[in-house]
């Protein structure tokens, strides 16, 4: 079976790699030295986290579910016949320990092995200290992995992830994420595949295909409807049956129809009035009777609020809660009680146990096998270098030519680190990293010089949220004692809310832009390296005081902000400024004269005491702001530009900050005074590349038109300066194209009032319907900065010739629609394109987008070669979901057909004639 995997997976990375300009994937990169493994560790481990169902023949007849030649149903069948309620009822209700949140013990008695689970969507989450140092690839954040719309990379992407997990002591991997990118600027659209079902469905697939090829279970997430972090855990989403089949659930559905995917996590929040993990409505009416899902539901790490009422809901394997969970002793006690039947806990232990043996998790026990750093890493940089989209290109002004270079500046907060990744329980330790500076410093070697300016201050948890930028670090001084240690203010930090005691830790800051609480644990935060992190012990009740001066850089007026949750007091010269009293996120500010040169004296005052303290894991959040005067220029944007003055070509690499959470930015805007840090380094150098490395939409419009060149980066895994590097110079020729579209600005989207986003008392109403992403920037008519689908090339694609042909297939007589063309390289370099094909608005009464993603496939060309592309169209577009008859229904007619480069970049439009009929259910 090993062997088997093997060879297809060779087949997989030949077909998927042979796109690439270099082969030479190893030697082409420079990788930091990586630690040895420690060989008797790792040994050691591997022995502690085998069961002892390793032997099957020998136990076999003492325990004949262990017979391999038996199915899985019968394999399961046999065990629950031997184990008692009290041992079932023990098997469905998860456990904590030290080293996995979601963890499931094993019983050694019917050789159950534990189930390990790990966080998986971008890399293996390693969370015990004893692995491997707790290091693992950090790929790619799937919104990027969604940008190269390229199944095979997804599939090549999901083995590793299998391949690590395995190798890990993991067999549970928590991914993929299944959620729509519905909010532009939502802060967990990093972990999903994208704003369209289809695109989602398709690279789902083959990413569930990837990791449950070894001896891991895929777990898909999160269902349902969880779109947002604001509110995630009480949010009603109220949503039509409608959107829900042909949005939402089509990426579960298509990976359950597919790819056998073995389980489904549930999710915080409500869905028309129910807990989504206590909803029958969605984990039997939607999940098991609609969308035929044959695998087991788990609930997300503290959503199932309830003992009885998930159980019969739906729900198979409670992961532990706050404080505690909600089943162990009291299922037990509900069965004693007859409120749920032993039949009942038998279902549910059954559908989790045929997915165990399904998935070969009783035969093939997990390992601690060293990762093989050096090649994953390189696998890392290929799915990188695949996922980058080139936005602008003008001019030719990329690739550049180092041989015609004799300097670059390279400009960025965190620029010179590889910390731009999204944070929250996806984030990974990687094996090593190579930083956007050290991998142009590696392209083009000792012959051309590369300078470094930060040009703002590092990004952190606290850019997470929306309002006024923090102050930068170059106006502050901190308190004496701490005047040595550069620029910033003296914080103290106490663990009461009356700043009273002796504080916590003393020590000084580059700003105040503090957020703490979830954002704060260790191993979630994504923040800038050259931060550090505050103790744990401030994360719950707190206060905090900011001491020392300010120095404005030019005479004028400021509008000085707190923006924060709790109460913050601003004294400007011992005098009260103003006070913010946010019992939720508030800002406020007030314009202040200033001097240039003259010194301010400055203390910061902020206490959580806002009234409701029951809230899961909510810590402090502060952040001093400003908005200057018209033209003034901050130090470490002054000194960014004359470093750019002095160089040939100027790189400006810009990053927000995105996690899962409590919050979503409500703009688009880039945080930390990025965006003015760019428009300063373009006046000053016309040659000014700005790579952008964000888990989302960035808003453009202040900044766009004066560089010439964008390369949309995503978050690339650890191996992102190598394939950024390799992009800018040509040695990869980019063809990553948009998942989700990028809006003009926050108010030009589908999701145009509080009631759809973040909702009104707690209600979240999905009145924009099917119409999500680019569907609803189509219906209302709204302009955008960068289509779905876009990205540009090094070279140029010609289409021609477009046919459609509609026939029937099979004993159902199973309608298909196949789209042909030519598509030809009309350029002067190899590269790829992805062909995507839209359906118009269907035959119906009822109202269908204008486009729709039907299919696509990227096709690799030579330079002035052409190839027939033949694409397959999916039944789902071209079909809708009857709310009246419950099922999706194919009219009759003529259907619009439009084939291009993007949703709005169609190159060949036709028609096709379909017979109505009823699609799959």
């Known amino acids: 079976m090993r062997t088997e995997r093997g060879t297809t997976q060779v087949k997989l990375n030949k077909q998927w790699a042979a796109r690439l300009v270099s082969l030479s994937l190893v030697a082409a990169v420079a990788v930091p030295p990586l630690q040895a493994a420690d060989a008797a560790g790792a040994a050691t481990n591997a022995a502690a986290t085998k069961t002892t169902a390793t032997t099957a023949t020998t136990e076999a007849s003492n325990m004949p579910w262990m017979n391999t030649a038996l199915?899985?149903?019968?394999?399961?069948?046999?065990?629950?016949?031997?184990?008692?309620?009290?041992?079932?009822?023990?098997?469905?209700?998860?456990?904590?320990?030290?080293?996995?949140?979601?963890?499931?013990?094993?019983?050694?008695?019917?050789?159950?092995?534990?189930?390990?689970?790990?966080?998986?969507?971008?890399?293996?989450?390693?969370?015990?200290?004893?692995?491997?140092?707790?290091?693992?690839?950090?790929?790619?954040?799937?919104?990027?992995?969604?940008?190269?719309?390229?199944?095979?990379?997804?599939?090549?992407?999901?083995?590793?992830?299998?391949?690590?997990?395995?190798?890990?002591?993991?067999?549970?991997?928590?991914?993929?994420?299944?959620?729509?990118?519905?909010?532009?600027?939502?802060?967990?659209?990093?972990?999903?595949?994208?704003?369209?079902?289809?695109?989602?469905?398709?690279?789902?697939?083959?990413?569930?295909?990837?990791?449950?090829?070894?001896?891991?279970?895929?777990?898909?997430?999160?269902?349902?409807?969880?779109?947002?972090?604001?509110?995630?855990?009480?949010?009603?989403?109220k949503v039509s049956e409608r959107a829900v089949q042909e949005v939402y659930t089509r990426p579960f559905a298509a990976a359950f129809e597919e790819a056998d995917l073995g389980s489904v996590m549930c999710s915080f929040n409500y869905v028309n009035d129910q807990q989504a993990c206590d909803s029958s409505e969605l984990l039997t009416g939607t999940l098991r009777d609609k969308l035929n899902f044959g695998g087991f539901t788990m609930s997300d790490y503290g959503a199932n609020l309830s003992t009885t009422k998930s159980a019969l809901a739906g729900l198979d394997l409670e992961t532990p809660g706050y404080p505690y969970g909600k089943w162990g002793d009291k299922l037990l006690q509900a069965v004693k009680d007859g409120e749920i039947s032993e039949a009942k806990i038998d279902e549910m232990a059954t559908r989790i146990l045929v997915q165990m043996f399904r998935k070969n998790l009783f035969d093939q026990t997990v390992e601690n096998n060293q990762i093989p750093a050096k090649a994953h890493g390189a696998e890392a940089r290929q799915f990188a270098e695949e996922s980058m989209v080139l936005m602008?290109?003008?001019?030719?002004?990329?690739?550049?030519?180092?041989?015609?270079?004799?300097?670059?500046?390279?400009?960025?907060?965190?620029?010179?680190?590889?910390?731009?990744?999204?944070?929250?329980?996806?984030?990974?330790?990687?094996?090593?990293?190579?930083?956007?500076?050290?991998?142009?410093?590696?392209?083009?070697?000792?012959?051309?010089?590369?300078?470094?300016?930060?040009?703002?201050?590092?990004?952190?948890?606290?850019?997470?949220?929306?309002?006024?930028?923090?102050?930068?670090?170059?106006?502050?001084?901190?308190?004496?004692?701490?005047?040595?240690?550069?620029?910033?203010?003296?914080?103290?930090?106490?663990?009461?809310?009356?700043?009273?005691?002796?504080?916590?830790?003393?020590?000084?800051?580059?700003?105040?832009?503090?957020?703490?609480?979830?954002?704060?644990?260790?191993?979630?935060?994504?923040?800038?390296?050259?931060?550090?992190?505050?103790?744990?012990?401030?994360?719950?009740?707190?206060?905090?005081?900011?001491?020392?001066?300010?120095?404005?850089?030019?005479?004028?007026?400021?509008?000085?902000?707190?923006?924060?949750?709790?109460?913050?007091?601003?004294?400007?010269?011992?005098?009260?400024?103003?006070?913010?009293?946010?019992?939720?996120?508030?800002?406020?500010?007030?314009?202040?004269?200033?001097?240039?040169?003259?010194?301010?004296?400055?203390?910061?005052?902020?206490?959580?005491?806002?009234?409701?303290?029951?809230?899961?894991?909510?810590?402090?959040?502060?952040?001093?702001?400003?908005?200057?005067?018209?033209?003034?220029?901050?130090?470490?944007?002054?000194?960014?530009?004359?470093?750019?003055?002095?160089?040939?070509?100027?790189?400006?690499?810009?990053?927000?900050?995105?996690?899962?959470?409590?919050?979503?930015?409500?703009?688009?805007?880039?945080?930390?005074?990025?965006?003015?840090?760019?428009?300063?380094?373009a006046k000053a150098n016309p040659n000014t590349v700005v790579v952008q490395m964000s888990g989302r939409a960035v808003q453009m419009n202040s900044w766009q038109e004066q560089v010439p060149a964008i390369v949309q980066a995503w978050f690339a895994g650890q191996e992102q300066g190598n394939a950024i590097a390799r992009v800018l110079f040509g040695d990869v020729n980019p063809s990553g194209k948009l998942p989700v579209t990028f809006p003009v600005d926050e108010q030009t989207t589908p999701i145009s009032t509080a009631a759809q986003f973040p909702g009104i008392n707690g209600v979240g109403d999905y009145s924009d319907g099917i119409f999500v992403g680019y569907r609803g920037y189509d219906q209302k008519g709204l302009d955008v900065a960068y289509p779905f689908g876009y990205g540009l090339s090094y070279t140029s694609f010609g289409y021609t010739n477009l046919k459609t042909k509609a026939q029937t297939k099979g004993k159902n007589q199973k309608q298909t629609v196949e789209v042909s063309l030519n598509l030809r390289n009309t350029g002067q370099k190899s590269g790829a394109e992805v062909v995507q094909v839209y359906v118009g608005q269907l035959p119906t009464t009822v109202e269908t987008p204008k486009k729709q993603l039907a299919g696509f496939a990227k096709v690799d060309l030579k330079a002035g070669k052409q190839q027939r592309v033949t694409v397959e169209l999916d039944a789902k577009a071209l079909s809708y979901w009857d709310e009246n008859t419950d099922q999706w229904v194919m009219p009759s007619g003529k259907v619009p057909i439009y084939v291009g480069s993007s949703s709005e970049d169609i190159r060949l439009t036709g028609s096709v004639t379909i017979a109505g009929s009823q699609a799959k259910k």
């Open 71 to 237: 199915s899985a149903e019968e394999r399961t069948k046999l065990l629950l016949e031997a184990m008692s309620l009290e041992e079932t009822v023990d098997f469905i209700t998860g456990n904590v320990n030290n080293y996995y949140g979601f963890y499931n013990a094993g019983n050694e008695k019917f050789a159950i092995p534990a189930l390990t689970m790990a966080d998986g969507p971008a890399g293996v989450r390693i969370a015990n200290p004893d692995v491997q140092d707790k290091q693992s690839t950090a790929l790619p954040a799937p919104i990027a992995l969604a940008a190269t719309w390229d199944t095979d990379i997804a599939q090549a992407y999901g083995d590793l992830l299998g391949e690590e997990a395995f190798n890990t002591t993991h067999n549970v991997l928590l991914g993929p994420g299944f959620d729509i990118a519905r909010v532009p600027w939502g802060s967990r659209n990093f972990e999903s595949l994208g704003e369209d079902p289809l695109l989602q469905s398709k690279l789902g697939i083959a990413y569930v295909n990837g990791i449950q090829s070894h001896p891991v279970l895929a777990v898909g997430k999160h269902f349902l409807m969880n779109n947002q972090e604001t509110e995630r855990f009480t949010t009603n989403v």
């Open 392 to 681: 602008k290109n003008e001019q030719s002004t990329l690739p550049l030519n180092a041989k015609k270079l004799k300097s670059i500046a390279v400009i960025g907060p965190d620029a010179d680190n590889a910390s731009a990744a999204g944070g929250g329980s996806s984030l990974v330790n990687p094996t090593y990293t190579v930083s956007p500076l050290a991998g142009i410093k590696n392209r083009v070697g000792s012959s051309v010089k590369v300078s470094y300016a930060a040009g703002s201050d590092p990004i952190s948890a606290g850019d997470v949220v929306s309002g006024p930028s923090a102050v930068p670090s170059s106006l502050l001084t901190p308190a004496e004692g701490y005047a040595s240690k550069g620029n910033g203010l003296t914080g103290e930090y106490f663990t009461n809310t009356d700043l009273e005691g002796k504080p916590e830790i003393v020590r000084k800051d580059n700003q105040v832009n503090m957020n703490l609480g979830f954002y704060n644990y260790e191993g979630f935060n994504a923040q800038s390296s050259k931060l550090k992190q505050l103790p744990t012990s401030l994360n719950a009740l707190m206060s905090a005081r900011w001491t020392g001066s300010i120095t404005a850089p030019t005479t004028g007026v400021y509008n000085l902000s707190l923006t924060s949750r709790g109460s913050g007091k601003l004294y400007l010269d011992d005098k009260l400024l103003f006070t913010n009293v946010g019992e939720t996120m508030e800002t406020t500010s007030q314009k202040v004269s200033l001097t240039a040169g003259e010194v301010h004296k400055l203390r910061i005052e902020y206490r959580t005491d806002w009234s409701d303290q029951s809230g899961r894991d909510k810590g402090g959040f502060v952040r001093f702001g400003w908005t200057p005067p018209t033209g003034v220029v901050d130090d470490q944007i002054k000194a960014a530009v004359q470093t750019a003055k002095a160089a040939d070509v100027a790189v400006v690499v810009t990053r927000t900050y995105d996690s899962e959470g409590y919050f979503d930015r409500s703009d688009l805007d880039l945080p930390n005074n990025q965006e003015q840090l760019i428009r300063e380094v």
